[in-house]
């Protein structure tokens, strides 16, 4: 008996001289390597975003549409493709993502290709699914030295099931026909401080592929 209370004695007197710790060296201003220490002892709240959908497994096309050829030149349309197929790979396990040389072979190969429907184009990359991309906004002036206003890329998200079969497997999703909108902007200044078009529209596309990137897979943020 006289054991057991000798060792909560301790464990007491020990957890009193962590929490001491612990404020010294809150008080101290460790700065983030004392978050990180918390973090790593599972001290620091974490706040988890779930995904808005999970893709299926299986191999993923990423088709970028510009129906209405908002986006001049088309580098960022193109820049996409690679950012989101990095972010997939990286945040949400999927390990295989059409590339811009599989598509440019299928345009170069299918002289319908743009002219055929997304699901007929996800089977012809050998996709099990597409995340199909409507560009419905594009702003971004091409005289980067005369930038005033902030660049806005805005898309519509859809997810696409190209292994179906009848048309009311072919929508995965979201339910609304219009798709799930998605805009990015990046400020004047960083327009500016780009050395060429190429590189703005590359930076535009990398902040978009994060966006939606984000859409397919569970986030965990410190507080």
Known sequence: MMRDQT???CGAKLCLLSIGALALLAATG???????WLYTLG??????IPAEYKL????????????????RPTTAREALVD????????NAQIEQVTTNEELARLRRDDPS?????????GRAAKADTVIWLTT???????????????????????????????????????????????????????????????????KIAAAMAVEVAKLFYEQKIRE
């Not at 460790?30 to 990180?36: H, I, L, R, V, Y």
């Not at 299986?58 to 908002?70: A, C, E, H, K, Q």
């Open 136 to 202: 419905t906004e594009f702003s971004l002036n091409s005289d980067l030295e005369m930038v005033m206003s902030p660049a806005r890329f805005t898309v519509a998200v859809r997810v696409i099931n190209a292994k179906a079969e009848t048309a009311d497997e072919v929508r995965l999703w979201p339910t609304e026909r219009e798709g799930r909108l998605v805009q990015v902007q990046i400020s004047p200044h960083e327009i500016r401080q780009c050395k060429d078009l190429k590189e703005a529209h590359q």
């Open 113 to 121: 290709f743009e002219r055929r429907g997304v699901r007929e184009l």
């Open 30 to 36: 460790c700065g983030p390597d004392f978050g990180a």
């Open 83 to 90: 950012e989101l197929a990095k972010q997939l790979k990286e």
């Open 56 to 71: 299926p497994p299986g191999p993923v096309m990423v088709l970028v549409d510009d129906d209405r050829d908002l986006i």
């Open 43 to 48: 001290l620091y709240p974490t706040q988890v």
């Open 7 to 9: 060792v909560r004695s």
